[in-house]
Structure formats: C-alpha cells, structure tokens
Nanobody, 128 residues
C-alpha cells in the first residue's frame, strides 16, 4: 500500500506560480518501473495527465498544454514529489492529484489507468 498526500494548492492570478507537493509513504520504490505523476480534473472534464516521471530514472513527461511552464521533480530523501507551476493560466484551474504505480509503460505514463494509488487532491484556481 502507498499513501499519498498533496499540498500547496491555492488561488493565484494568471501569470502567477504555485508549487504542489506530494508526500508519499508506505511500500514504495519497490520496482525499477515505479512511476509517479500529477493529474488534474476540472469540473465536467475527464482527468488528464499533467506530468510524470520514473522514480529511478531521469526522464520526465509532460502534457503538451503544460510544457515549458510546469516542472516535475522529486526528492527521494524526503519521499516527496513536486510540481512547480509557472505562468499559470485560467485553464489550469482544476483539482490536482498525485498518483503512483509500481510499474508504468513509458508510452502510457500520462494515462490515469496506469496508476493504482491516488491522493485526495489539492485545488488550484487561477483567475484572469
């Protein structure tokens, strides 16, 4: 079992920045393919992958809509995943979720179906 707790959401104006954190606990880092990611879901929309990475790798993966603005990173010593969000837009408004899985296919790492463990979410609201 893996427990995930997000924090750092809030309300900002367009162009502003926020940093989300996801604290992980439980049985983690068990496999080479262990992956973690950030997803978001706006009202009446499907959940979409925003950014993801492999805990034991160096590659990062981003949705086209956030490339160049968002940065995913990790601090393994603190068992924490981060999402730095810059140049925020009103369309970034959503509930943001942290997710983890013991294995993700590289081609599907931004697909929510790859993930077994989810946090409770943190709200991000960007006003124009």
């Amino acid at each position: 079992q893996v427990q995930l707790v997000e924090s750092g959401g809030g309300s900002v104006q367009a162009g502003g920045s926020l940093r989300l954190s996801c604290s992980a606990s439980g049985y983690i880092y068990a496999t080479d393919g262990y992956c973690m990611g950030w997803f978001r879901q706006a009202p009446a929309k499907e959940r979409e992958g925003v950014a993801a990475l492999y805990i034991h790798g160096r590659d990062t993966y981003y949705a086209d809509s956030v490339k160049g603005r968002f940065t995913i990173s990790q601090d393994n010593a603190k068992n924490t995943l981060y999402l730095q969000m810059n140049s925020l837009k009103p369309e970034d408004t959503a509930m943001y979720y942290c997710a983890a899985a013991y294995f993700c296919l590289a081609g599907a790492i931004l697909s929510s179906s790859e993930y077994s463990y989810w946090g409770q979410g943190t709200q991000v609201t960007v006003s124009s």
